[in-house]
Protein backbone atom coordinates (compact mmCIF):
# COMPACT_ATOMS: atom_id res chain seq x y z
CA UNK A 1 0.00 0.00 0.00
CA UNK A 2 1.02 3.54 -0.45
CA UNK A 3 1.22 5.77 2.67
CA UNK A 4 0.87 9.42 2.56
CA UNK A 5 2.43 12.02 5.16
CA UNK A 6 1.58 15.21 5.22
CA UNK A 7 3.52 18.08 7.09
CA UNK A 8 2.87 20.11 9.01
CA UNK A 9 0.32 18.39 10.83
CA UNK A 10 -1.12 21.64 11.96
CA UNK A 11 0.08 25.29 12.28
CA UNK A 12 -1.07 28.43 12.99
CA UNK A 13 -1.48 31.49 10.75
CA UNK A 14 -2.53 35.11 10.24
CA UNK A 15 -5.06 36.35 6.94
CA UNK A 16 -2.87 37.54 4.52
CA UNK A 17 0.32 34.72 5.33
CA UNK A 18 1.41 32.56 2.46
CA UNK A 19 1.02 28.62 3.93
CA UNK A 20 2.59 25.84 2.17
CA UNK A 21 1.65 22.09 2.78
CA UNK A 22 3.71 19.32 2.17
CA UNK A 23 2.55 15.66 1.10
CA UNK A 24 4.86 12.64 0.63
CA UNK A 25 4.23 9.37 -1.18
CA UNK A 26 5.91 6.49 -0.05
CA UNK A 27 6.68 5.68 -3.67
CA UNK A 28 6.38 7.92 -6.86
CA UNK A 29 2.81 8.43 -7.84
CA UNK A 30 3.29 10.43 -10.87
CA UNK A 31 0.61 13.26 -10.59
CA UNK A 32 -1.94 11.07 -8.91
CA UNK A 33 -2.84 13.04 -6.17
CA UNK A 34 -5.67 15.29 -5.17
CA UNK A 35 -5.84 17.75 -2.21
CA UNK A 36 -8.97 18.00 -0.34
CA UNK A 37 -10.37 21.29 2.12
CA UNK A 38 -12.50 20.40 5.13
CA UNK A 39 -13.93 22.46 7.43
CA UNK A 40 -15.65 21.38 10.83
CA UNK A 41 -18.94 19.19 10.56
CA UNK A 42 -18.70 19.34 6.37
CA UNK A 43 -17.87 17.01 4.01
CA UNK A 44 -14.53 17.47 2.35
CA UNK A 45 -14.46 19.27 -1.19
CA UNK A 46 -11.53 19.11 -3.74
CA UNK A 47 -9.25 22.15 -4.12
CA UNK A 48 -6.63 20.85 -6.54
CA UNK A 49 -6.50 17.28 -8.82
CA UNK A 50 -3.71 16.11 -10.86
CA UNK A 51 -1.64 17.58 -8.06
CA UNK A 52 -1.29 20.84 -10.09
CA UNK A 53 -5.05 21.36 -11.58
CA UNK A 54 -7.58 23.87 -9.73
CA UNK A 55 -10.89 22.68 -9.21
CA UNK A 56 -13.58 24.71 -10.80
CA UNK A 57 -14.86 27.41 -8.67
CA UNK A 58 -11.78 27.75 -6.05
CA UNK A 59 -10.42 30.61 -5.31
CA UNK A 60 -7.04 31.36 -7.52
CA UNK A 61 -4.81 31.66 -4.01
CA UNK A 62 -4.71 27.71 -4.02
CA UNK A 63 -2.29 25.75 -5.86
CA UNK A 64 -0.60 22.54 -6.06
CA UNK A 65 2.59 21.62 -7.46
CA UNK A 66 4.85 18.17 -7.41
CA UNK A 67 4.75 15.24 -9.25
CA UNK A 68 6.20 11.94 -8.39
CA UNK A 69 6.55 11.47 -4.62
CA UNK A 70 6.69 15.17 -3.19
CA UNK A 71 3.39 17.46 -3.82
CA UNK A 72 2.91 20.53 -2.01
CA UNK A 73 -0.38 22.90 -1.61
CA UNK A 74 0.42 26.38 -0.97
CA UNK A 75 -2.25 29.29 -0.08
CA UNK A 76 -0.89 32.22 -1.64
CA UNK A 77 -3.01 35.11 1.12
CA UNK A 78 -4.50 33.24 3.57
CA UNK A 79 -8.59 34.58 3.73
CA UNK A 80 -10.79 33.64 6.96
CA UNK A 81 -12.73 31.58 5.00
CA UNK A 82 -9.60 29.06 4.39
CA UNK A 83 -9.13 27.89 8.32
CA UNK A 84 -9.71 24.16 7.81
CA UNK A 85 -8.08 21.01 7.65
CA UNK A 86 -6.35 19.99 4.50
CA UNK A 87 -6.00 16.57 3.49
CA UNK A 88 -4.01 15.22 0.37
CA UNK A 89 -5.24 11.95 -1.92
CA UNK A 90 -3.53 9.49 -4.05
CA UNK A 91 -5.64 7.64 -6.07
CA UNK A 92 -2.71 5.98 -8.47
CA UNK A 93 -3.39 2.65 -6.98
CA UNK A 94 -5.98 1.32 -4.29
CA UNK A 95 -6.52 1.21 -1.56
CA UNK A 96 -6.37 4.81 -1.97
CA UNK A 97 -5.03 6.62 0.91
CA UNK A 98 -5.27 9.94 2.27
CA UNK A 99 -2.70 11.87 4.17
CA UNK A 100 -3.05 12.60 8.12
CA UNK A 101 -4.13 15.81 7.23
CA UNK A 102 -3.06 19.51 8.07
CA UNK A 103 -5.04 21.62 10.69
CA UNK A 104 -4.80 25.72 9.74
CA UNK A 105 -5.70 27.71 12.45
CA UNK A 106 -5.67 31.38 13.57
CA UNK A 107 -2.57 32.43 15.32
CA UNK B 1 -26.33 19.68 -10.16
CA UNK B 2 -24.83 16.37 -8.23
CA UNK B 3 -26.22 15.67 -5.13
CA UNK B 4 -25.24 12.69 -3.19
CA UNK B 5 -27.62 11.92 -0.07
CA UNK B 6 -26.51 9.10 2.50
CA UNK B 7 -28.59 7.19 4.90
CA UNK B 8 -28.92 3.89 7.10
CA UNK B 9 -26.61 5.26 10.21
CA UNK B 10 -27.48 4.32 13.19
CA UNK B 11 -26.31 2.82 16.74
CA UNK B 12 -25.50 -1.42 16.63
CA UNK B 13 -24.02 -3.47 18.67
CA UNK B 14 -20.73 -5.16 18.63
CA UNK B 15 -21.40 -8.11 16.14
CA UNK B 16 -24.07 -6.59 14.40
CA UNK B 17 -24.75 -5.56 10.72
CA UNK B 18 -25.59 -2.49 9.42
CA UNK B 19 -26.32 -1.16 5.56
CA UNK B 20 -25.79 2.10 4.49
CA UNK B 21 -27.41 3.55 1.19
CA UNK B 22 -26.86 6.42 -0.80
CA UNK B 23 -29.03 8.24 -3.32
CA UNK B 24 -27.41 9.60 -6.22
CA UNK B 25 -29.01 12.90 -8.40
CA UNK B 26 -27.74 15.03 -10.83
CA UNK B 27 -25.81 12.31 -12.44
CA UNK B 28 -25.86 8.46 -13.92
CA UNK B 29 -23.98 6.09 -11.33
CA UNK B 30 -23.31 3.69 -13.75
CA UNK B 31 -21.04 6.52 -15.19
CA UNK B 32 -18.79 6.39 -12.31
CA UNK B 33 -17.16 4.64 -10.36
CA UNK B 34 -18.41 5.03 -6.84
CA UNK B 35 -16.97 5.07 -3.15
CA UNK B 36 -17.62 5.47 0.52
CA UNK B 37 -14.93 6.87 3.07
CA UNK B 38 -14.87 6.86 6.39
CA UNK B 39 -14.35 9.64 9.28
CA UNK B 40 -13.87 8.33 12.66
CA UNK B 41 -15.08 11.07 15.51
CA UNK B 42 -12.04 13.85 15.37
CA UNK B 43 -10.11 11.38 12.95
CA UNK B 44 -8.90 11.61 9.41
CA UNK B 45 -10.59 10.71 6.42
CA UNK B 46 -10.34 6.82 5.12
CA UNK B 47 -11.35 5.48 2.24
CA UNK B 48 -13.15 2.33 2.94
CA UNK B 49 -14.36 1.15 -0.86
CA UNK B 50 -14.94 1.37 -4.42
CA UNK B 51 -17.35 -0.02 -7.31
CA UNK B 52 -16.09 0.44 -10.63
CA UNK B 53 -18.26 2.30 -13.21
CA UNK B 54 -19.38 -0.89 -14.76
CA UNK B 55 -20.32 -2.37 -11.49
CA UNK B 56 -17.80 -5.24 -12.51
CA UNK B 57 -14.61 -4.50 -10.05
CA UNK B 58 -15.08 -3.54 -6.14
CA UNK B 59 -11.66 -2.86 -4.31
CA UNK B 60 -11.85 -2.88 0.00
CA UNK B 61 -9.65 -1.42 2.18
CA UNK B 62 -7.95 -3.93 4.16
CA UNK B 63 -10.11 -3.35 7.90
CA UNK B 64 -12.98 -3.70 5.97
CA UNK B 65 -11.91 -6.92 3.73
CA UNK B 66 -14.17 -9.39 4.08
CA UNK B 67 -17.06 -7.96 6.30
CA UNK B 68 -18.16 -4.58 3.94
CA UNK B 69 -20.04 -5.27 0.88
CA UNK B 70 -20.67 -2.26 -1.71
CA UNK B 71 -23.24 -2.71 -4.31
CA UNK B 72 -25.19 -0.38 -6.09
CA UNK B 73 -28.79 -0.40 -8.00
CA UNK B 74 -28.03 1.46 -11.25
CA UNK B 75 -32.09 1.48 -11.71
CA UNK B 76 -32.56 3.39 -8.51
CA UNK B 77 -29.26 5.53 -8.83
CA UNK B 78 -28.52 4.20 -5.59
CA UNK B 79 -24.73 2.99 -3.83
CA UNK B 80 -25.16 0.46 -0.72
CA UNK B 81 -22.49 -0.45 1.87
CA UNK B 82 -23.59 -3.53 3.54
CA UNK B 83 -21.44 -3.93 7.43
CA UNK B 84 -21.06 -6.81 9.14
CA UNK B 85 -18.83 -7.58 11.93
CA UNK B 86 -19.07 -4.19 13.04
CA UNK B 87 -16.70 -3.43 16.12
CA UNK B 88 -16.27 -0.10 17.73
CA UNK B 89 -13.35 0.64 15.48
CA UNK B 90 -16.29 1.01 12.74
CA UNK B 91 -17.57 3.85 14.15
CA UNK B 92 -17.46 6.89 12.22
CA UNK B 93 -18.90 9.33 9.94
CA UNK B 94 -19.20 7.73 6.29
CA UNK B 95 -19.34 9.48 3.15
CA UNK B 96 -20.28 8.55 -0.07
CA UNK B 97 -18.37 9.73 -3.09
CA UNK B 98 -18.54 10.51 -6.73
CA UNK B 99 -15.43 9.55 -8.55
CA UNK B 100 -14.08 12.04 -11.31
CA UNK B 101 -13.76 9.62 -13.99
CA UNK B 102 -10.90 11.88 -15.70
CA UNK B 103 -9.02 13.11 -12.93
CA UNK B 104 -9.11 10.76 -10.25
CA UNK B 105 -10.19 10.78 -6.77
CA UNK B 106 -13.56 12.77 -5.81
CA UNK B 107 -15.89 15.24 -7.56
CA UNK B 108 -18.70 15.31 -4.93
CA UNK B 109 -19.27 13.77 -1.46
CA UNK B 110 -22.77 13.44 0.40
CA UNK B 111 -22.77 15.08 4.02
CA UNK B 112 -22.40 11.68 5.50
CA UNK B 113 -24.10 8.90 8.28
CA UNK B 114 -23.41 8.38 11.09
CA UNK B 115 -22.17 4.69 12.54
CA UNK B 116 -21.75 3.94 16.21
CA UNK B 117 -20.68 0.62 16.90
CA UNK B 118 -21.86 0.14 20.67
CA UNK B 119 -22.86 -2.01 23.40
Known amino acids: DIQMTQSPSSLSASVGDRVTITCRAS??????VGWYQQKPGKAPKRLIY???SLQSGVPSRFSGSGSGAEFTLTISSLQPEDFATYYC?????????FGPGTKVDIK | EVQLLESGGGLVQPGGSLRLSCAAS????????MSWVRQAPGKGLEWVSV????????FYADSVKGRFTISRDTSKDRLYLQMNSLTAEDTALYYC????????????WGQGTLVTVSS
Open chain 1, 89 to 97: LQHKTYPLT
Open chain 2, 51 to 58: ISADGYTT
Open chain 1, 50 to 52: AAS
Open chain 2, 97 to 108: AKGAASTGGFDS
Open chain 1, 27 to 32: QGIRND
Open chain 2, 26 to 33: GFIISNSA
